[in-house]
T-cell receptor, first 116, second 112 residues
Framework: DAGVIQSPRHEVTEMGQEVTLRCKPISGHDYLFWYRQTMMRGLELLIYFNNNVPIDDSGMPEDRFSAKMPNASFSTLKIQPSEPRDSAVYFC??????????????FGAGTRLSVL | GENVEQHPSTLSVQEGDSAVIKCTYSDSASNYFPWYKQELGKGPQLIIDIRSNVGEKKDQRIAVTLNKTAKHFSLHITETQPEDSAVYFCAACETSYDKVIFGPGTSLSVIP
């Protein structure tokens, strides 16, 4: 398997623009997580899905952020409108704790977002 | 909910020396403790883990210890090498189908 695939790897946009980050989890994994990483706040869990259903979105900073998982092989994280404070590295991770008997998370390479 | 603390936040060691990173957790229901390594420009990757029914686990130069009574667990890296330089995250969770709670991370620098 190619692992968790995120796109784009880098995104530079201007304040107020819509940004869409994409993630393809590992085939067969039933959990998908979105994280944000900054120097100040470390690795923050934004939202996670189980079998395409959002389970906990308490980490989503505000209404400008939304996430969807239309099927088992694709998820998006959208920011609209974007602000400079959204600049961070966004990671997607997937896991299959029922199959692995332990909760190992497999991370993608991340999307580095810069909002000017 | 679970809260994981991690110390130190930064650590510099000479090549060949040992490095120790310590973590504490708050939820006594947590029973699975993974450690992740994040290299520059990459996502975190699992390097070792330990379950609550085990006090110590070793994998070559890396070892983890767990004190469930005190809710402490530690990562020990012996004979450090420059390629060990990275950010290390401890984490805690239940082995049920739940999220993993990560510590804030330790930036380890191994000086040649």
């Amino acid at each position: 398997d190619a692992g968790v695939i995120q796109s784009p790897r880098h995104e530079v946009t201007e304040m107020g623009q819509e940004v869409t980050l994409r993630c393809k989890p590992i085939s067969g994994h039933d959990y998908l997580f979105w994280y944000r990483q900054t120097m100040m706040r470390g690795l923050e869990l934004l939202i996670y899905f189980n079998n395409n259903v959002p389970i906990d979105d308490s980490g989503m900073p505000e209404d400008r952020f939304s996430a969807k998982m239309p099927n088992a092989s694709f998820s998006t994280l959208k920011i609209q409108p974007s602000e400079p404070r959204d600049s961070a590295v966004y990671f997607c991770a997937s896991s299959a704790p029922g199959k692995q008997a332990k909760n190992i998370q497999y991370f993608g390479a991340g999307t580095r977002l810069s909002v000017l | 909910g679970e809260n994981v603390e991690q110390h130190p936040s930064t650590l510099s060691v000479q090549e060949g020396d040992s490095a120790v990173i310590k973590c504490t957790y708050s939820d006594s229901a947590s029973n699975y403790f993974p450690w992740y390594k994040q290299e520059l420009g990459k996502g975190p990757q699992l390097i070792i883990d330990i379950r609550s029914n085990v006090g110590e686990k070793k994998d070559q130069r890396i070892a983890v210890t767990l004190n469930k009574t005190a809710k402490h667990f530690s990562l020990h890296i012996t004979e450090t090498q420059p390629e060990d330089s990275a950010v290390y995250f401890c984490a805690a969770c239940e082995t049920s189908y739940d999220k993993v709670i990560f510590g804030p991370g330790t930036s380890l620098s191994v000086i040649p």
